[in-house]
């Protein structure tokens, strides 16, 4: 597949980047795959490797690939701590990323309304899961997520398989569907705890709580999930880091 630049004159790494972006959408390089060597993705993209190299490097920036010693470039896996870390920007009191557990507190199926009809892309009507999972911390309830998973992209979706997975959701998704999150959006709020929070996080109803509305997209800017997540901030603080880290 040779990169040619477009009308625009896209610099040819993001030309490259672009082609390596659809083989992960499309499956043919996978979740926890190997890259070919350098030598060989150059001559797949009839580019020279100083550009297959930038176009790597700004996918293993993203998260999307990892370099790792005597492997090579893997394809990102849900299941690695890296990823989890990535979408999960929690501190405790001292500053330290925080560990959570899961627990599954309800899981059933509805029609979408408007609002997840058009955000899916899908038929008002078409059915939608909608989840409760709480988040702990040394037994400590800390977080309750309320999520909306459009059942025309994860088919057969149970309470019981939801609830079995191994480790993060995003991880699930990957494994089991073969979806990957590649981006999120996020909208943080005050709120008062409902009646379902309240109880679910030992609060009183109306307490403060933090709410985060976050939406994921795989490829393509397609949209995957919705959730809105409500926070104890007593137990911890979220924290967005942005720009350069050495």
């Known amino acids: 597949m040779q990169a040619n630049a477009s009308s625009f004159d ?95 507190l309800s899981f059933a199926k509805e029609r979408a309304n408007a609002r997840f009809a058009a955000l899916f892309g899908m038929e008002r009507g078409g059915t939608v899961a909608r989840v409760e999972n709480l988040r702990t911390i040394d037994g400590a309830p800390v977080m309750l997520d309320r999520l909306w998973i459009p059942l025309n992209v994860f088919a057969n979706l149970g309470a019981q398989d939801f609830a079995a997975r191994r480790g993060s959701i995003y991880g699930f998704y990957q494994e089991r569907y073969a979806v990957s999150v590649v981006r999120v959006s996020e909208d943080v709020t005050a709120a008062e705890a409902d009646e379902g929070v309240a109880k679910a996080l030992g609060l009183k109803r109306g307490a403060a709580v933090l709410q985060v509305e976050r939406t994921a997209f795989t490829f393509q800017d397609r949209p995957v999930e919705f959730r809105r997540r409500y926070v104890d901030t007593r137990r911890c603080a979220y924290r967005n880091v942005r720009g350069l880290q050495d």
Do not use: C, M
């Open 10 to 104: 896209q610099p040819l790494y993001e030309v490259v980047r672009g082609n390596i972006l659809d083989k992960l959408r499309t499956g043919v390089w996978a979740a926890g795959d190997r890259l070919p060597p350098e030598p060989e993705l150059a001559r797949l993209f009839g580019v020279g490797i100083g550009t297959i190299r930038r176009a790597v490097e700004s996918l293993v920036a993203e998260r999307l690939l990892i370099r790792r010693a005597g492997r090579g470039t893997i394809v990102a896996r849900f299941t690695d701590e890296h990823a989890f870390d990535l979408y999960f920007n929690y501190v405790d009191a001292a500053g330290a990323p925080v560990k959570v557990a899961a627990e599954l």
